[in-house]
């Protein structure tokens, strides 16, 4: 079952705050974090494995909450380096796949 | 760099055609994945081999079959090439059978075009 992530996309200027969200209709038992910069690889970010959980990854943090199936992304005082599309992952329970999210395009403007 | 190397990086050919993409995943590394990217569909899992067994099957189509070999590495071997085929195919690897706890690490990506 693949997460459903949210906004699709997401213009912001330097210096303002984002969050996104990730949400699914099945348990989850942790969610992955990755960024995929324009004509780059996915580069990890974070997991997150225990209900209410925050991680934090520069000025990047997130949250899961298991009762309500989601996880959020938080960017604080967006950088230019943090444009690009952020994907959320969840694996099944007993399996070993990552089923990510359609991604949200972050793009930060002077 | 991630450590994993892909090749090719690009590649383009004709429909009905048969394409084997290769993966070396980083040193010690003994799960390999493979994902398909299309632009509508995002990053579709498509299979996991853990020390040259499969251990996960996702959306691969019966014309696509990958196996890792005694030193890790990967192939993807993709035959009777669609239109739809055309996509970027990655290949990621872990330390171990992945699951919840394991990073994944992305190479930088084949390029299928089908023309």
């Known amino acids: 079952q693949q997460p459903v992530q949210s906004p699709q996309a997401v213009i912001l200027r330097e210096g303002e705050d984002a969050v996104i969200n990730c949400s699914s209709s099945k348990a989850l038992y942790s969610v992955h974090w990755y960024r995929q910069k324009h004509g780059e690889a996915p580069v990890f970010l974070m997991i997150?494995?225990?209900?209410?959980e925050q991680k934090g990854h520069e000025k990047i943090s997130a949250s899961f909450n298991e009762k309500k199936q989601q996880s959020s992304l938080y960017l604080t005082a967006s950088q230019l380096s943090y444009s690009g599309t952020y994907f959320c992952g969840t694996p099944a329970a007993g399996s070993y796949q990552l089923t990510f999210g359609k991604g949200t395009k972050l793009s930060v403007i002077p | 760099d991630s450590g994993v190397t892909q090749t090719p990086k690009h590649l383009i050919t004709a429909t009905g055609q048969r394409v084997t993409l290769r993966c070396s995943p980083r040193?010690?590394?003994?799960?390999v994945y493979w994902y398909q990217q299309s632009l509508d569909q995002g990053l579709q899992f498509l299979i996991q081999y853990y020390n040259g067994e499969e251990r996960a099957k996702g959306n691969i189509l019966e014309r696509f079959s990958a196996q890792q070999f005694p030193d890790l590495h990967s192939e993807l071997n993709l035959s009777s090439l669609e239109l739809g085929d055309s996509a970027l195919y990655f290949c990621?690897?872990?330390?171990?059978?992945?699951?919840?706890?394991?990073?994944?690490?992305f190479g930088e990506g084949s390029r299928l075009t089908v023309l």
């Open positions: 040193s010690g590394d003994l799960s």
């Open positions: 997150l494995l225990k209900g209410g």
């Open positions: 990621a690897s872990s330390p171990d059978g992945g699951g919840h706890t394991g990073e994944l690490f």
